[in-house]
C-alpha cells in the first residue's frame, strides 16, 4: 500500500531508522563508546522468538516422548541436526543415518553414521527398539539430497525404516500432509494423512500408536483420531507414532 509515494513498509523501516538514530545519540550522550555502526531495525516490534511451526512442534514433542520412554537405544534417520538432534543428544546418546556428510559434532552422544536407507545394504544389520525420521520420507527420491532420483522413493525408504525396527520397537515419522497427494519437485511431496497406510504390505507389522499434526497456521493438534477426523490441511505436518507388533 503506497502513502504520498512512499509504501508503509518503507515508512515503518524510517520510523525504525529514526528510532535508531535516536538511541544512538542518547548513547552518547550517556558516555557509550561505539566501535561501529550496526543498526539492526527489524527487532523493535519482534516476538520473543518462533514458538509455532513444523519443525518446533514435530522435533519438541517427539524428543519429550524419547524421554519419557527411555528407550535402550534410540537412532534416527535424517532428521534437522540443530532441533531434534540436538534435543534428544542434551538427555541421551542418539545415533544418526544420513546420506550427507557430518563433520564431527564435538558432542559424545551424537554418533553418526553415513548411510542411504533408500539402500537396503547400506543399513543391513542394524536393528532398534527406537527409531525416528522426521520430515524426511517426502524428499526420497527427488534427487534433492544426492539420492537416486526414484519416485516411489517414500517406499522404498519407509519400508527400510520397517526393516530397522525391532518387534515391539517405536518408530516416530512425519511429513507434509494435505488434502491430497502432491509432488513439488525437487523440494519435497505432500501427503494424505492416510495415504501411508497403503505404503506398503509392512505396514501390517504396525499398530499405530498416536497420531498427532501441525496445522497450516503452525499449531499442534495431539491425539487426533486419524480415521475418524477431518484433518483440514494444505500444507501440514503429520506426526506419526508406531509401535511393530510383529
Same mark, same amino acid.
Given at each position: 500500500?503506497?502513502? $504520498?509515494?512512499?509504501?508503509?513498509?518503507? *515508512?515503518?523501516?524510517?520510523?525504525?531508522?529514526?528510532?535508531?538514530?535516536?538511541?544512538?545519540?542518547?548513547?552518547?550522550? =550517556?558516555?557509550?563508546?561505539?566501535?561501529?555502526?550496526? +543498526?539492526?531495525?527489524?527487532?523493535? !516490534?519482534?516476538?520473543?522468538?518462533?514458538? !509455532?511451526?513444523?519443525?518446533?512442534?514435530? &522435533?519438541?514433542? #517427539?524428543?519429550? @516422548?524419547?524421554?519419557?520412554?527411555? /528407550?535402550?537405544?534410540?537412532? &534416527?534417520?535424517?532428521?534437522?541436526?540443530?532441533? $531434534?538432534?540436538?534435543?534428544?543428544?542434551? %538427555?541421551?546418546?542418539?545415533? *544418526?543415518?544420513?546420506?550427507?556428510?557430518?563433520? =564431527?559434532?564435538?558432542? +559424545?552422544?551424537?554418533?553418526?553414521?553415513?548411510?542411504?536407507?533408500?539402500? /537396503?545394504?547400506?543399513?543391513?544389520?542394524?536393528?532398534?527398539?527406537? *527409531?525416528?525420521?522426521? =520430515? #524426511?520420507?517426502?524428499?526420497?527420491?527427488?534427487? !534433492?539430497?544426492?539420492?537416486?532420483?526414484? +519416485?516411489?522413493?517414500?517406499?522404498?525408504? $519407509?519400508?527400510?525404516?520397517?526393516? *530397522?525396527?525391532?518387534?515391539?520397537?517405536?518408530?516416530?515419522?512425519? %511429513? /507434509?500432509?494435505?488434502? @491430497?497427494?502432491?509432488?513439488?519437485?525437487?523440494?519435497?511431496?505432500?501427503?494424505? /494423512?492416510?495415504?501411508?497406510?497403503?505404503?506398503?504390505?509392512?505396514?501390517?507389522?504396525?499398530?499405530?500408536?498416536? %497420531? &498427532?499434526?501441525?496445522?497450516?497456521?503452525?499449531?499442534?493438534?495431539?491425539?487426533?483420531?486419524?480415521?475418524? =477426523?477431518?484433518?483440514?490441511?494444505? $500444507?501440514?505436518?503429520?506426526?506419526?507414532? %508406531?509401535?511393530?507388533?510383529?
Amino acid at each position: 500500500m503506497a502513502l $504520498f509515494g512512499f509504501d508503509l513498509v518503507s *515508512l515503518a523501516n524510517l520510523r525504525h531508522y529514526l528510532r535508531f538514530k535516536r538511541h544512538l545519540r542518547q548513547w552518547k550522550r =550517556s558516555g557509550g563508546h561505539i566501535t561501529k555502526k550496526y +543498526p539492526i531495525l527489524s527487532d523493535f !516490534r519482534g516476538e520473543a522468538g518462533v514458538a !509455532r511451526g513444523h519443525y518446533f512442534h514435530q &522435533d519438541l514433542l #517427539v524428543a519429550t @516422548r524419547i524421554a519419557q520412554s527411555s /528407550p535402550r537405544r534410540h537412532i &534416527d534417520i535424517g532428521s534437522r541436526i540443530d532441533g $531434534f538432534v540436538a534435543h534428544v543428544a542434551s %538427555f541421551r546418546q542418539i545415533e *544418526l543415518l544420513d546420506i550427507r556428510e557430518l563433520n =564431527s559434532s564435538d558432542y +559424545p552422544n551424537i554418533i553418526y553414521k553415513q548411510a542411504d536407507i533408500t539402500n /537396503p545394504r547400506s543399513i543391513a544389520g542394524i536393528q532398534t527398539d527406537s *527409531l525416528s525420521c522426521l =520430515s #524426511v520420507l517426502e524428499h526420497l527420491g527427488l534427487g !534433492r539430497y544426492g539420492d537416486i532420483i526414484n +519416485p516411489k522413493g517414500h517406499i522404498v525408504g $519407509f519400508n527400510s525404516l520397517l526393516q *530397522l525396527l525391532e518387534i515391539g520397537g517405536t518408530m516416530y515419522l512425519s %511429513f /507434509p500432509i494435505g488434502k @491430497r497427494n502432491e509432488i513439488h519437485f525437487n523440494a519435497h511431496r505432500v501427503f494424505h /494423512p492416510l495415504d501411508i497406510l497403503g505404503w506398503s504390505e509392512g505396514i501390517k507389522s504396525l499398530q499405530l500408536a498416536g %497420531f &498427532d499434526f501441525v496445522d497450516d497456521k503452525g499449531h499442534l493438534h495431539q491425539n487426533v483420531d486419524l480415521l475418524a =477426523s477431518q484433518i483440514d490441511c494444505t $500444507f501440514g505436518c503429520g506426526i506419526y507414532t %508406531f509401535v511393530k507388533n510383529a
